[in-house]
């Protein structure tokens, strides 16, 4: 079946570079999009990031600058990379699939909580 | 960017009964809304797509109405599992964004 897991360090400092992993399984990266989508404490969802299925890339221009995102279709992994990181950028980070065409998620992973504190 | 604003914030109803959550586009997206909902310690799950298609495994208790800019969700004979909180998302133009979030709560 369709799974999706976000990993990433947990707590980090401020300016730094974070790394988020998520593994999917149950379908192909060739074939399917995948975005980063996050959620402050307490506030709503943000779209941020996402890879399509021919390896092409967009950005939420609000963050763009301070994002990479990519993909290693080897592991069936989806990377994302947020550097000079801000207290503001705490919030639960979700990876999520789309299909082609599609812009709306239909499968998520459970969330992978992110602290930015010294 | 498309701002999408649900009301109302919260909602308590009683098992049973029906409720209706509202999400309105800052300008038209067309047919092109989607509708999820979040419980803690679960994946967030898609109800909803381009307005009004139930995806597959959602029971038609959940269905979706509007077009243009005025959008609702409508849950009829609630079960004790639908309490959590519900998003509505464009998904008609790059960035795609989320509404506020509406909390159902049990009476």
């Known amino acids: 079946q369709v799974q999706l897991k976000e990993s990433g360090p947990g707590l980090v400092q401020p300016s730094r570079t974070l790394s988020l992993t998520c593994t999917v399984s149950g379908f192909s990266l060739t074939s399917y999009g995948v975005s980063w989508v996050r959620q402050p404490p307490g506030k709503g969802l943000e779209w941020i990031a996402a890879i399509w299925s021919g390896g092409s890339t967009d950005y939420n221009s609000a963050l763009k600058s301070r994002l990479s995102i990519s993909r290693d279709t080897s592991k069936s992994q989806v990377l994302l990379k947020i550097n000079s990181l801000q207290t503001e950028d705490t919030a639960m980070y979700f990876c999520a699939r789309s299909r082609p065409y599609y812009w709306y998620f239909d499968f998520w992973g459970p969330g992978t909580m992110v602290t930015v504190s010294s | ?107």
């Open chain 2, 1 to 107: 960017d498309v701002q999408m604003t649900q009301s109302p914030y919260n909602l308590a109803a009683s098992p049973g009964e029906s409720v209706s959550i509202n999400c309105k586009a800052s300008k038209s997206i067309s047919k092109y809304l989607a509708w999820y909902q979040q419980k803690p310690g679960k994946a967030n799950k898609l109800l909803i797509y381009d307005g009004s298609t139930l995806q597959s495994g959602i029971p038609s208790r959940f269905s979706g109405s509007g077009s243009g800019t005025d959008f609702t969700l409508t849950i009829r004979s609630l079960e004790p599992e639908d309490f959590g909180l519900y998003y509505c998302q464009q998904h008609n133009e790059y960035p795609w964004t989320f509404g506020g979030g509406t909390k159902l709560e049990l009476k």
